[in-house]
């Protein structure tokens, strides 16, 4: 029994850690202490955080405060990870001590050991490299956890964007398809005026994409970062040049444009930049929703519904009705926009939680914000490859609710007056005659003035109005 752990100190005492981890004795009692989900950071959390840790190792080592040795032995611990190695050795709990405190040792400790295990020593050495002295070198968990989190959601965030932006493409395409498709329109769930299914799926292209604009935008908030600040803002224990020759090392690291805070106070206090990046994928969810909805809408059906629109069939839709085929796509994207709005909910509540010179709310944070955007991308992912690309119109359906809606009247207020036309849509409704029939019947129009009245173009674009 003996062999399966090793006995390590801590300012508190002693603390017994299994003998293969890489973490130590404040990881081992996080573990301990938060037993509350069974969830672990988000693998994009600990690449970025890894990648700090470099930046940091690299800057102090230029400016003559960490020994070169010890700066590559912490390197390539750190490349080890980021190459997939060690993705088991970060344990502690989503739900953990306010700010990342345990997390931020998690790290610092597996790199450590790793380190020393590098240059010869034993797990649990801590020597010559020291988690705290060395890793956590001219740092602080206030500095380096916001740092990462907003690192991460940049790099998680553009993978997001790139997803709406191929959903909105995938949208386009079927508005180009179905362009010629004329329908009725609805609204307050009525009868309204013509309009053309690709119109419609034009609109949804747009809101997608302007979702990805405003998840980009939010996103270069996120870009300005606190490293450096160490525990208050105030820089304490750094090199003058170190927040920026850190924030230059990580930029390279993380192949994308990075810059220092320009108030490290500021950048350690507000959160904002998080909360307004959860915002918009708020926004985006909330899109999507709506969208989902419209086409679960137009498609139902078969034979009760709609069904304008027919879905692909990616699964059997039910234990006990043979045949019945379900809009899944569209009622998981649904599921996972829910879960998008009641991640930012959390994290809003988070962001304003902040007091002084520190938000400890930050885990809750960086779990909210990557796992909307990891489920958001995803989503949207299997949403535009197993639903958009390959749904079908009924053009024939779509045309008989254009010739039987009342709204069909609307279009003859030019030609034969409101009057009229209103006694005509409520003749129709009482007869369930179509429109076209009674105006034809009535002799207050020729068949093609008819016609040329109903061009889909017509009636679906802006026209000059016929004198009367």
Not at 14 to 29: F, I, L, S
Not at 191 to 197: E, G
Not at 337 to 361: I, R, T
Request: proline share 5%.
């Amino acid at each position: 029994m003996a062999d399966k752990f090793r006995i390590e100190k801590d300012t508190l005492g002693t603390v017994k850690v299994p003998a293969a981890a890489y973490w130590g004795a404040q990881t081992q009692r996080a573990v301990e202490n938060f037993r509350i989900s069974g969830l672990r950071a988000h693998p994009a959390l600990v690449r970025a955080h890894v990648m700090v840790k470099i930046a940091a190792a690299r800057a102090n080592a230029s400016l003559g405060k960490l020994d070169k040795k010890l700066a590559q032995a912490i390197e390539q611990a750190a490349q080890e990870v980021l190459q997939g190695k060690l993705p088991d050795q970060w344990v502690v709990d989503v739900y953990q001590a306010g700010a990342g405190t345990s997390f931020n040792m998690n790290t610092n400790e597996v790199l450590a050991n790793r380190a020393n295990e590098i240059l010869g020593r034993p797990l649990g050495s801590y020597e010559p490299v020291h988690p705290n002295d060395h890793v956590n070198m001219s740092q602080s968990t206030n500095d380096t956890f916001p740092t990462a989190m907003q690192v991460a959601a940049v790099l998680e965030g553009a993978a997001a964007a790139e997803a709406a932006e191929n959903l909105a493409d995938a949208l386009a395409a079927k508005a180009r398809q179905f362009d010629g498709v004329l329908k009725s329109a609805r609204t307050h769930l009525q009868d309204a005026v013509p309009i053309r299914l690709g119109q419609e799926f034009l609109a949804y292209s747009l809101a997608v994409h302007r979702g990805a604009e405003r998840l980009l935008a939010a996103l270069d908030e996120c870009r300005e970062l606190p490293l450096g600040g160490s525990a208050a803002g105030t820089g304490l224990n750094t090199h003058p040049e170190y927040a920026a020759a850190a924030v230059e090392q990580l930029a390279e690291l993380a192949g994308t444009e990075l810059a220092p805070a320009e108030d490290l106070r500021y950048a350690m206090q507000s959160m904002s930049p998080v909360g307004a990046a959860s915002a918009a994928l708020r926004s985006l969810a909330l899109e999507l929703l709506r969208i989902g909805g419209d086409i679960r809408l137009m498609a139902s059906g078969p034979r009760t519904g709609l069904a304008e629109i027919r879905l692909p069939a990616v699964q059997p839709g039910s234990s006990i009705m043979p045949g019945k085929v379900n809009p899944s796509m569209a009622e998981c994207l649904g599921m996972a926009a829910m879960q998008v709005v009641g991640n930012d909910a959390a994290a809003a509540l988070a962001v304003q939680a902040g007091q002084l010179e520190l938000n400890v709310f930050m885990p809750l944070m960086a779990h909210c914000v990557l796992s909307s955007m990891e489920i958001l991308k995803n989503a949207m992912k299997a949403f535009a490859g197993r639903c958009v690309r390959g749904l079908e119109a009924d053009e024939a359906r779509c045309l008989a609710y254009f010739e039987s809606s009342v709204g069909l009247a609307t279009i003859l207020n030019e030609h034969i007056g409101y009057a009229r036309a209103a006694d005509v849509a409520k003749e129709a409704a009482r007869t369930g005659k179509t429109i076209r029939e009674l105006i034809l019947e009535k002799g207050l129009m020729t068949p093609d003035e008819l016609k040329a009245a109903l061009d889909p173009k017509r009636v679906t674009e802006p026209f000059e109005p016929t004198q009367r």
